[in-house]
């Protein structure tokens, strides 16, 4: 397996190993992202820890409005996290 393939890999692990916790297994609910976000983006993300924050990115996250965030809608919050990262690697 290639480097990125794995770092793949990684993304889908990550997202499995907190949405099997409660509710349907292939989904994150508000409280699941919210544990995501402080353990896995907390250096990435300002104010991880206020609720508000919280609530704004599930709602955007949450594309059907189904409260729940399945793997296609997570896929652009790995995507706006990795924009970031690749525009910090350019300030420093």
């Known amino acids: 397996m290639t480097q990125l393939e794995e770092y793949l890999e990684g993304i889908v692990n990550i997202f499995h190993q907190y949405s099997?916790?409660?509710?349907?297994f292939d989904t994150l609910s508000?409280?699941?992202?919210?544990q995501l976000l402080k353990?896995?983006?907390?250096?990435?993300i300002?104010?991880?820890?206020?609720?508000?924050?919280?609530?704004?990115i599930f709602q955007g996250l949450d594309?059907?409005?189904?409260?729940?965030?399945d793997?296609?809608?997570f896929i652009s919050l790995v995507a706006?996290?990795?924009?970031?990262a690749h525009y910090?690697?350019?300030?420093e």
């Not at 353990?39 to 990435?44: Q, R």
């Not at 300002?46 to 508000?52: G, M, R, Y």
């Not at 706006?80 to 970031?84: V, Y």
């Open 39 to 44: 353990k896995e983006l907390a250096n990435t």
């Open 63 to 69: 594309a059907n409005q189904d409260e729940q965030v």
């Open 71 to 73: 793997f296609q809608e």
């Open 88 to 91: 910090h690697t350019h300030k």
């Open 80 to 84: 706006i996290a990795l924009k970031a």
């Open 46 to 56: 300002k104010n991880i820890k206020d609720k508000a924050v919280i609530n704004e």
């Open 20 to 24: 099997v916790r409660n509710g349907h």
């Open 30 to 34: 508000k409280g699941e992202l919210k």
